[in-house]
């Protein structure tokens, strides 16, 4: 898979493309993570990327023909381009998913006050991280690449996403390591009795007691198999 995110500030993922997990789906060549500096296609000899806003107000606009002119350096008939935007629809398990099913993944970063509204009709879809306000949509492209990267066939251990919190849609048990003890706490008896139907039986109960504790709406959207509604009754 390629991503290209389109940014005016690049420099923001360089130590995410060179630490850990991420560096080396990299090196494998598992992901192409390339960044295009929208400021490189400005016109003007200032390198302007925004304007004041039509109608008077506060703050800037960014302008459509860099980040028009960014976008169709790298865009082909496979590429899927994503706006990052608080007005987006909300990313989770699910989108992350999708996303990672796209030969080319454009994502786009904006500033400021925001995109000049005629940008949107250059997009596939927009996507915002959360209900919350950011500076830039750097910070939510850095979280959208990296949930999709470690989906990528070969960059994590096979079957350790299908574990992971959401992908059934619900909270992840709890695990343990050594030592059995620590500070009087025991590690739960059933994990160390090596009995595998157990310890699935215990790990599926304890996701369904965590997520109808902390996360009772998650539950709401799932249908239960016959042995979950039994575990959680228990
Ligand atoms: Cl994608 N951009 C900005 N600026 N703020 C956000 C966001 C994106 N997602 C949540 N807040």
Redesign the pocket.
């Known amino acids: 898979m390629r991503i290209t995110v389109i940014t005016i500030f690049p420099e923001f993922f360089d130590s995410f493309r060179t630490t850990s997990i991420i560096k080396r789906a990299i090196e494998g060549h598992r992901v192409d993570f390339e960044t295009v500096d929208f400021r490189s296609f400005t016109l003007d000899k200032h390198r302007h990327v925004d304007d004041t806003p039509y109608g008077g107000g506060q703050g800037m606009v960014l302008s459509c023909q860099p980040i028009i002119d960014a976008l169709r350096s790298v865009r082909d008939e496979r590429s899927h381009v994503v706006m ?3 007005q ?1 629809a909300t ?1 989770s398990q699910k989108k992350a998913a999708r996303l990672a099913t796209y030969e080319h993944l454009i994502l786009l ?3 400021y006050e925001g995109f000049d509204e005629r940008i949107r009709a250059y997009v596939d879809e ?12 750097e ?3 850095l979280v959208v690449c990296d949930a999709l990267i470690r989906l990528l066939d070969g960059v994590i251990l096979e079957d350790s996403h299908e574990d992971d919190s959401f992908s059934d849609g619900l909270l992840e048990y709890p695990q343990y390591t050594k030592p059995a003890v620590f500070e009087g706490k025991a590690v739960p008896e059933v994990l160390l009795s090596g009995h595998h139907a157990n310890i699935r039986r215990w790990r599926l109960k304890e996701s369904l007691r965590k997520t109808k504790q902390r996360r009772p709406d998650l539950l709401q959207h799932r249908v239960l198999s016959k042995e979950e509604e039994a575990l959680l009754e228990e």
């Not at 927009?126 to 949509?137: A, P, Q, R």
């Open positions: 990052m935007t608080p987006g990313f970063c904006g500033h927009e996507i915002s991280i959360g209900d919350y306000v950011l500076t830039g949509g910070p939510a492209a």
